[in-house]
T-cell receptor, first 115, second 110 residues
Framework: DGGITQSPKYLFRKEGQNVTLSCEQN?????MYWYRQDPGQGLRLIYY???????QKGDIAEGYSVSREKKESFPLTVTSAQKNPTAFYLC??????????????FGSGTRLTVV | GQNIDQPTEMTATEGAIVQINCTYQ??????LFWYQQHAGEAPTFLSY????GLEEKGRFSSFLSRSKGYSYLLLKELQMKDSASYLC???????????FGAGTRLAVHP
């Protein structure tokens, strides 16, 4: 079955450490996205990628980095520069272009906690 | 700027009908989406509107008025499992990048 997989489900980070969240999809989607969700707030876009080897900053990219070396994979690194990284992180994918009528496919999320 | 507004919380009774409103002000418009999200889980796609009018899908319907920047999600014959957050999202145009509202937390009780 096709889908999108995020790992790990729970992640604990010490202050000052970088951590990388994994996102892999086998849906053959060109576009992939990272969102952050905080309690009482909507999903906020961190980074997105429409095609391999290309990505753009979203609304809250500071303190994060990404790579898109393969179509299937879009890992997110939360760096020590991110001052408030504790949140629920969601990865999503979709077809490229503006004809999408079925919405994103989301992964099951990674809950990151700074300890 | 881009802004999407939804009520924060709603409550309803099992078997009843509830309407969740969403208003938006965005730089462009190329579609509106509704998602359901249970606590701690990923959002799942419910509906899509790009033209004015009502889209019906079983117990769920979604309405759009582009001139008013307004949409609603209608849930009929409410069940306990419908207790969840409902997210309104707009695609302003260009890429498939979506902007999400904060979500409406719906509690269904007996």
């Amino acid at each position: 079955d096709g889908g999108i997989t995020q790992s790990p489900k729970y992640l604990f980070r010490k202050e000052g450490q970088n951590v990388t969240l994994s996102c892999e999809q086998n849906l053959n989607h060109d576009a992939m996205y990272w969102y952050r969700q905080d309690p009482g707030q909507g999903l906020r876009l961190i980074y997105y990628s429409q095609i391999v080897n290309d990505f753009q900053k979203g609304d809250i990219a500071e303190g994060y980095s990404v790579s898109r070396e393969k179509k299937e994979s879009f890992p997110l690194t939360v760096t020590s520069a991110q001052k408030n990284p504790t949140a629920f992180y969601l990865c999503a994918s979709s077809i490229a272009g503006t004809g999408m009528s079925y919405g994103y496919t989301f992964g099951s999320g990674t809950r990151l906690t700074v300890v | 700027g881009q802004n999407i507004d939804q009520p924060t919380e709603m409550t309803a009774t099992e078997g009843a009908i509830v309407q969740i409103n969403c208003t938006y002000q965005t730089s462009g418009f190329n579609g509106l989406f509704w998602y359901q999200q249970h606590a701690g889980e990923a959002p799942t796609f419910l509906s899509y509107n790009v033209l004015d009018g009502l889209e019906e899908k079983g117990r769920f319907s979604s309405f759009l008025s582009r001139s008013k920047g307004y949409s609603y999600l209608l849930l009929k014959e409410l069940q306990m499992k419908d207790s969840a957050s409902y997210l309104c999202a707009v695609r302003p145009g260009g890429y498939n990048k979506l902007i999400f509202g904060a979500g409406t937390r719906l509690a269904v009780h007996p």
